[in-house]
């Protein structure tokens, strides 16, 4: 008897206690496997020879079903009784021992636990389903990774344009993809079958052959596969196209980028540049550029767009990092011709999937070509960026060869891009406006760069904030006063824009007013002091309940300094401010030993005033906070580099202007985060023999005296034409002092740009002008001297007060 198949290439039916029996045709069991004790509880020694019914709970089942006429490949639930008289739950399979094609001439019967069969046929189900599913792709390769078994092709679902089907019987990986992506697929394979690591989501290109410009994606996982004895017999390869699901994902990474990163700046060329690298970077193109109106840039209100409007390149962005020489650069100006107008005009995207035809159109036209078409462009896609109605400016768009060309999805994304750059570009615009206009206006609150008198040559520097946040409030002011003297000024408002910059002017027409009053320092920041707080009670206007007009106010500070020629002396006193770097000639540089008080408006403590002699050429550095505080260093770091530039010119032939220079190219290698005021004063003396001095007892009699001394100090000054009026002031003031203010009675005339009158006495009482009435016999001294001087005041002094009265120099 021949059989179907050898007993010994049979093995266990399964994995789970299963056991095998041959049994003859009569019934009897004539051999079976060694498990079949562990099924029953009997050896196989005492299963062989008998009736295979007699091993059933239920003998009657052997005749019902498994001897029933056409019963081969049967399958049944039954029960073996166990040795120890228990019921195991089996399910029987019958299969039929053949004899050259003649009658069975026996059976095998495999009898598996009814819990490991249910099992195994869930896995059977689960195989099928797959097998016969078409969704997902499923390959089973041996370790040679030849492909056994496999449910579809790859792209078998894909539209029919992509390339003719391979025959499933003859597929490989080399037979159905391009040799690029089949060689990156078997490597990933290899790997897995070597070292059993599986392959989860892999996500690779998978262009098919006869379609290798369609892009496919696909994601693969693998596993490796393992037989009996747990050796390595194959891998598992399950696939699905992602091209859709990856195009979605790249447009939401995209979106979310452009939302993450566009628009977060106030400045216009940012904002582009922005657009440009997010573009790119995810590489929706490999060459973007944006073109701005000239009104935009400036901050100005787009008019309607008209032919020939200036256009200036102010972004660019390449995927290799080099921008194409052909096409016009980043800074290049030019102006629309009418087919780029239209399209601007329209407000909608335009794109080429392919430039060929466009090329040759524009052959002779070296300008468009400049502006529209790189050489290595294989696509182009432009969208105008709108805002409100106006046209802002273009965006364009290129792909190479390595990218898909661009279509009509490419073109409502990119939409959808320019829709929100173009509305983070009209903000940064109207914020160019506001921040252009309170730069000006700062601008226009501050002194001249440059001023020079006899006693004082400084130089002063504003630089800006270099961040997008708006101009602050930081100053500085020269403000001349009486008898040569000097008020130089450094001060800062606490907050930015145009709240700062306008409590800034108010701070410093207040300075310049106070000073007109010749108040000591600490005295006139005592009274600045005051001011602030009576601003930062006033109730902010209606509508501004945020309080930020008058809050800029509080906490500003400020350093006043008075410098006099004549003396050769400073005195100075500090609200909040940093004190002044100061450089005697052949000396080294140093900070004054100033004590700052507090800020304005913050405490009603006093402002005590520090005086010292500076010799001739000496040079002062006002400053404010922002210059010395500074990431890259402590503030003492940066004190002392400022003290060393200060040290660099010991001959003192630098001017101010460069002095000022170097120390900004020291301390700002890069635009600052708030706005830096610089202040340099180079201090002099006046020209020697311009000052004569007298001093007189308080008697009527030493007026004439007084006249005499001025006549002859004019005479020696070449002054003569000033002898008369001067004259007439001396005797006014002197007689005045002599009356109400007693003795000494000191006279003082200084030669400068102007020819100055001054008569000191230790009396308080400040005069006051008044118009004398016809039956008045006194009262009109002042008032004369006020006719004949083009200015005049009173200031007080240690030891009383000073009356001084200027006349010009010139005949006129």
């Not at 509880?41 to 005749?63: F, K, M, N, Q, S």
């Not at 270099?466 to 003297?485: H, K, M, N, Q, Y």
Request: proline share 8%; with cysteine; aromatic share 4%.
């Amino acid at each position: 008897m021949t059989t179907h198949t050898d007993l010994d290439n049979l093995g266990s039916p399964h994995d789970g206690g299963g056991a095998l029996f041959v049994v003859d045709g009569h019934g009897d069991v004539l051999m079976c496997t060694g498990s079949v004790q562990e099924l029953t509880g009997r050896p196989p020694a005492e299963v062989c020879g008998r009736p295979v019914a007699e091993l059933l709970t239920d003998p009657g089942a052997w005749a019902r079903h498994l001897r029933a006429p056409g019963a081969a490949g049967a399958e049944c639930d039954a029960e073996l009784r166990h040795r120890d008289g228990t019921a195991v739950p089996v399910r029987l399979c019958v299969q039929p021992v053949t004899a050259g094609g003649g009658p069975p001439g026996g059976l095998v019967v495999t009898a598996t636990p009814r819990a490991v069969a249910e099992r195994h046929r869930e896995d059977e189900a689960l195989l099928r389903a797959l097998f016969r599913q078409r969704h997902v792709g499923l390959a089973i390769h041996d370790l040679a990774l030849e492909t056994t078994r496999f449910n579809l092709v790859p792209g078998v679902d894909l539209p029919p344009d992509v390339g003719p089907r391979v025959d499933p019987v003859e597929w490989s990986v080399e037979d159905v993809l391009l040799p690029k992506d089949a060689a990156a697929l078997r490597a990933q394979l290899r790997h897995v079958a070597e070292t059993g690591e599986p392959l989860v989501g892999w996500v690779h290109s998978a262009r098919r052959r006869g379609a290798a410009d369609v892009k496919r994606l696909a994601s693969f996982s693998a596993f490796r596969l393992h037989g009996a004895n747990d050796r390595p017999v194959g891998v598992a390869v399950i696939f699905t196209d992602v091209t859709q699901e990856y195009a979605a994902r790249q447009r939401m990474e995209l979106l979310h980028a452009a939302a993450e990163r566009i628009g977060r700046s106030l400045d216009v060329a940012r904002v582009a540049q922005e657009l440009v690298d997010v573009l790119v970077s995810h590489r929706f193109a490999d060459l973007a550029a944006v073109d701005l109106t000239h009104t935009v840039l400036i901050g100005q209100e787009p008019g309607e767009f008209r032919l020939g409007a200036p256009f200036r390149r102010v972004a660019v962005a390449s995927s290799d990092g080099s921008w194409p020489p052909e096409i016009h650069p980043r800074g290049a100006g030019f102006r629309l011709r009418s087919l780029e107008s239209d399209h601007l005009r329209r407000g909608a995207a335009v794109f080429r999937s392919d430039l060929t035809s466009w090329r040759e159109g524009l052959a002779g036209d070296v300008e468009r070509s400049r502006l529209l078409l790189p050489d290595a462009a294989a696509s182009f896609l432009s969208v105008p960026l709108i805002a409100r109605g106006l046209v802002l400016g273009v965006l364009l768009m290129w792909r190479t060869a390595g990218l898909p060309p661009y279509g009509l999805g490419d073109a409502g994304l990119a939409e959808e891009l320019a829709s929100r750059a173009s509305l983070g570009l009209d903000n940064a615009r109207r914020y160019t406006r506001e921040h252009r206009t309170v730069e000006a206006l700062q601008r226009s609150l501050l002194p001249p760069s440059i001023t020079e008198t006899s006693g004082v040559l400084t130089a002063g520097s504003y630089v800006p904030a270099g961040t997008t946040e708006a101009v602050g409030g930081a100053w500085f002011d020269v403000i001349p006063l009486s008898s040569s003297r000097l008020a130089l000024v450094s001060g800062d408002v606490t907050g930015h824009g145009l709240n700062a910059a306008a409590t800034m002017g108010r701070l410093r027409t207040a300075v310049q007013t106070l000073a007109d009053l010749d108040l000591p320092p600490g005295e006139l920041l005592a009274h600045m002091d005051d001011l602030v707080v009576r601003l930062g009670d006033v109730a902010p206007p209606q509508g501004e309940e945020d309080g930020t007009a008058r809050s800029s106010a509080v906490g500003a500070t400020c350093l006043y300094c008075v410098y006099d020629p004549v003396e050769g002396r400073c005195e100075m006193a500090s609200a909040g401010h940093p004190p002044p770097v100061y450089a005697a000639p052949g000396a080294p540089a140093e900070v004054i030993g100033l004590k700052p008080g507090p800020a304005l408006g913050v405490d009603s403590m006093p402002f005590e005033p520090v005086g010292f002699e500076v010799p001739p050429g000496s040079v002062l550095a006002f400053f404010n906070e922002p210059l010395i505080s500074h990431p890259d260093g402590t503030a003492q770091e940066r004190l002392e580099r400022l003290c060393s530039v200060l040290a660099t010119d010991p001959s003192g032939t630098r001017t101010p202007t460069r002095t000022g220079r170097a120390i900004l190219d020291e301390l700002l290698a890069e635009p600052p985060g708030d706005d830096v005021t610089l202040l340099v004063a180079r201090l002099r003396p006046l020209p020697p023999g311009s000052v004569a001095t007298w001093e007189f007892p308080a008697d009527p009699a030493v007026v004439a005296r007084a006249r005499t001394a001025v006549e002859s100090q004019l005479q020696s000054w070449d002054l003569k034409h000033l002898a008369f009026t001067t004259e007439l002031i001396t005797s006014e003031l002197v007689t005045n002092a002599i009356r109400y203010g007693g003795a000494p009675v000191g006279l003082r005339l200084i030669r400068d740009d102007t020819l100055v009158c001054e008569v000191s006495d230790p009396s308080q009482t400040q005069p006051r002008l008044r118009r004398a009435r016809l039956s008045d016999e006194g009262g009109r001294g002042l008032f004369l001297v006020a006719q004949l001087s083009s200015r005049w005041g009173s200031r007080y002094t240690a030891g009383g007060k000073t009356i001084w009265a200027e006349q010009p120099l010139s005949e006129s």
